[in-house]
């Protein structure tokens, strides 16, 4: 599919050779490029504080965490050169002239980018990282497709060259370590191979993996050369001849000496009307991803792809070929979120889906054997803890409207390690294990303390999920438990200690009025379980205890003589406030636990306390949370619903920050938080699906 697009042509008509880009639906704070793991994570930084505007050439794109992972592209037209991806210089330390870019979009899946170059030929460039929620075999993959596609746009037939190439930058966070890296050809795929040379199994730094290999491959051809060596030679041999010399550099040498970079050059001849693509794809190659302490004790648990193919040389040549078919599932996904969106709440609701999706997903990973899977988490930028529980939280909508399933396999080393007697708090626990990709638990019970808030979600989740699937026997498989974190509500939630919500960045509190709420909805939650799997007594005691709570919470936690009235940050203090976020799990649930004057009295409320960019989480901060901003936006009235997500879409197009999406911001300045770590790429963006799985939502996921 190809646009007709006007600056394109008015810049021709009048020469200007400096259009500005379109960004449609909205401008990120950074552009997905391949984003598809914890490990592989690029991103183009766009944002005002050290981005460039969202223009593909002229910045080098970034791993999340912000370190450089350069990935270059240069094409060649009648002998000219232009850099179209990174900011490349030439053998003489001069800049590559650039492209001009038209248009910027994105969709789920997909970032697309529509090059001028010189008036002549277009580009138009397109990076897919497939999400396929009901295929296991391609999620499990760890790898994002870059497609190129040239076309004349003037009349003429042109002489054109294409390169790209990736540097050693992606194998290690640490720039002094050795990297080493080889060359070699499958029946079908040109490909360079990169690692850190000394593998260190599981480890990180600056959250890139230290282990595993790296694949950067293209169809195999006549008009196809490569090179490996230092940046400046490889890409001046391309500038130069519009080739490579198909030579392999074996200088194995720290990343930061004469930067090795790893090329291809395609000559595509004289290039006419008819559009010609060019493929390559990216990916990492890892036999063991994650150490995990489940039934079995510490073990190494492979990733999953390696159940389906034999080799990394075989996963990558079927990937390679998988493109059409992995393009269609990726835009039939793309137009069910977006038409999901629109019809929901509107085209800004969708820009914030649609951003969310990549982002969020590539948090998980698929890993252990098809028979035995497992989906670990990784909290990434906040601690790299495993599989947290507040993190699942906000994050399970997106998995409710793909496919629940995907949160059971979630879920699942949770229970494992519980059930197993390995956890020795009488509450739920936080995470499975301190940073990624080592869960090895918490037997001595020191995780971090969220003792009503992870009870709650734990309750609330089970629920949803049975909600979506009917499967009344996970309840029963996993009843014991969840009455004994009730047990804990009903004597800790009314009225909860000092203790941390999931927005731990604020500090302890005692008596917080949302967090209570969650306890009470989690009680509630459970005389739902007991109802379902026959269990009258508890049903009728949970259900009862639900509802004397909530009026007693009433009583507490609203500021009746406010002007408006609104419910408190805490009890009593009645100049506070905060988004009373977790009344969406009432909803979501259809406990009818809540009376419709709280849901009434909050949607007249936001509206008087919003900031630039949305709502203060609470008045301690001027800093709010997208995710709970949307949990609240989901269940209030629509025109408060409408101003949640137009203060949202409006940020997101004007946010100073450079990095994966925040959802952690300052509603005045847009920028991160002072005194707060920066949250970047975080899954739990994936709250912003929470208008799609309220009961009687159009894009439900069942039967998908
Ligand atoms: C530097 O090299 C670029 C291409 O590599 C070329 O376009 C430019 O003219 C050169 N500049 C000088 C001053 O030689
Ligand atoms: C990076 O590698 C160098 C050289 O091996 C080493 O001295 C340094 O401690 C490493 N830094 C980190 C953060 O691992
Ligand atoms: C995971 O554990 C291994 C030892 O099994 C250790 O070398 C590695 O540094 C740990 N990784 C992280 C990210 O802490
Ligand atoms: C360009 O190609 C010619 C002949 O193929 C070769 O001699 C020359 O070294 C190449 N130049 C570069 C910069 O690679
Ligand atoms: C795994 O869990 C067991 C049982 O709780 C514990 O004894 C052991 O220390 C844990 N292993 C690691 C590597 O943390
Ligand atoms: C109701 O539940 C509470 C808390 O678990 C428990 O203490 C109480 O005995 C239960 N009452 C009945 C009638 O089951
Ligand atoms: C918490 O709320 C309870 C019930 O109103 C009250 O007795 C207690 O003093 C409160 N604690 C604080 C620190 O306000
Ligand atoms: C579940 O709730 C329904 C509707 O209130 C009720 O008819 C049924 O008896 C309950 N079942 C159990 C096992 O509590
Ligand atoms: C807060 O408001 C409630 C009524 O909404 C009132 O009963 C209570 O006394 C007030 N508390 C304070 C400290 O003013």
């Known amino acids: ?45 766009a944002g005002r504080d050290g981005g460039n505007g969202g223009y593909l050439a002229g910045e080098w794109p970034i ?22 991806m990174g900011a490349v210089r030439g053998r003489n330390g001069s800049d590559v002239q650039t492209v001009t870019q038209i248009a910027y979009s994105y969709t789920s899946t997909k970032s697309v980018f529509t090059m001028d170059v010189g008036g002549k030929v277009e580009m138009s460039i397109t990076f897919l990282s497939p999400v396929t929620p009901h295929d296991y075999k391609r ?20 002489d054109v060259q294409l390169y790209s190439d990736i540097s050693a930058e992606w194998v290690s966070g640490n720039r002094s370590d050795i990297a080493s890296w080889d060359h070699d050809t499958t029946s079908t795929l040109s490909y360079h191979r ?86 390559f794809t990216i990916g990492l190659c890892q036999d063991y991803a994650i150490q995990f302490n489940g039934s079995d004790g510490y073990q190494p648990q492979p990733s999953l792809w390696k159940s389906y193919f034999d080799s990394d040389t075989d996963a990558i040549d079927w990937f390679y070929q998988d493109y059409s078919t992995s393009s269609e599932m990726s835009a039939e996904l793309d137009s069910k979120i977006q038409s999901d969106s629109v019809g929901a709440a509107g085209q800004k609701y969708a820009t914030l889906t649609t951003l969310s999706v990549l982002q969020a997903f590539a948090a998980i990973q698929l890993v252990g054997t098809s028979e035995k ?151 509630g ?9 026959g269990n009258t007594e508890d049903a009728a005691n949970y259900t009862a205890i639900s509802r004397d709570y909530i009026e007693k919470w009433e009583d507490l936690g609203i500021a009746k003589n406010a002007n408006p009235p609104h419910t408190t940050l805490a009890y009593g203090q009645n100049k506070t ?41 609470d008045t301690r901060h001027s800093y709010t949370k997208g995710d709970w901003e949307m949990w609240a936006a989901a269940v ?31 509603t005045e300045t847009g920028d991160y938080p002072v005194d707060t770590p920066q949250f970047i790429a975080r899954p739990v963006v994936g709250g912003v699906f929470s208008l799609l799985v309220l009961p009687g939502a159009a894009g439900g996921s069942s039967g998908a």
Not at 455 to 464: D, R, Y
Not at 525 to 533: C, D, F, K, R, S
């Open 1 to 45: 599919m190809r646009l007709i697009h006007l600056p394109l042509l008015l810049s021709s008509i009048i020469g200007v050779t400096t259009a500005a880009s379109s960004f449609t639906p909205a401008r990120p704070p950074a552009l997905p490029l391949a984003v598809k793991s914890p490990y592989l994570n690029t991103w183009l930084p």
């Open 63 to 84: 791993f999340w965490a912000g370190q450089v992972a350069a990935w270059a592209g240069l094409i060649r037209v009648d002998g000219d050169a232009y850099t179209w």
């Open 139 to 158: 999620q499990s993959l760890i790898f994002s497709y870059l497609n190129v596609e040239v076309t004349s746009t003037d009349g003429s037939e042109h």
């Open 194 to 279: 990169a690692r850190r040379q000394e593998q260190l199994a599981y480890s990180e730094v600056s959250d890139q993996s230290q282990w595993g290999d790296y694949y950067w491959a293209t169809e195999d051809s006549e008009t196809l050369t490569f090179q490996s060596g230092g940046d400046a030679v490889v890409r001046g041999s391309f500038l130069s001849n519009g080739s490579l010399p198909d030579t392999k550099d074996t200088n194995f040498r720290p990343i930061n000496e004469d930067y090795p970079v790893f090329g291809f050059a395609k000559d595509l001849g004289n290039v006419g009307s008819a559009g010609i693509d060019t493929l």
């Open 373 to 523: 899977m497992y989906i670990f988490q990784k909290e990434i930028s906040s601690n790299g803890n495993m599989n947290t529980v507040d993190v699942i939280f906000p994050f399970h909508p997106l998995l409710l409207y793909t496919n629940p399933e995907l949160l059971a396999i979630l879920l699942e080393p949770l229970w494992e390690i519980q059930e197993g007697g390995n956890y020795p708090n009488k509450y739920s626990m936080h995470d499975i294990g301190a940073h990624y990709p080592n869960a090895t638990g918490h037997p001595d019970g020191l995780d971090e303390e969220m003792p009503v808030e992870e009870c709650g979600n734990m309750l609330i989740m089970a629920l949803a999920y049975v909600q979506h699937t009917g499967k009344t026997d996970y309840l029963k498989a996993h009843y014991k438990l969840l009455k004994q974190w009730t047990q804990f509500l009903v004597s800790d939630s009314l009225i909860p200690a000092s203790q941390l919500s999931t927005d731990d960045f604020a500090g302890h509190l005692e008596n917080q009025t949302n967090l209570a709420l969650k306890g009470i909805i989690g009680i």
């Open 525 to 533: 939650a459970m005389g739902q379980i007991a109802n379902l799997t």
């Open 577 to 617: 406030h905060g988004l009373l976020y977790n009344i969406f799990s009432d909803r979501q649930l259809s406990l009818d636990l809540v009376p419709q004057s709280i849901y009434d009295m909050q949607s007249e409320f936001y509206p008087t306390v919003e900031g630039r960019y949305g709502v203060p989480l």
């Open 636 to 666: 209030s009235s629509s025109s408060t619903r409408d101003m949640f997500i137009a203060d949202l879409a409006k940020w997101i197009n004007e946010t100073p920050t450079n990095k994966a999406l925040s959802d952690l911001y300052d």
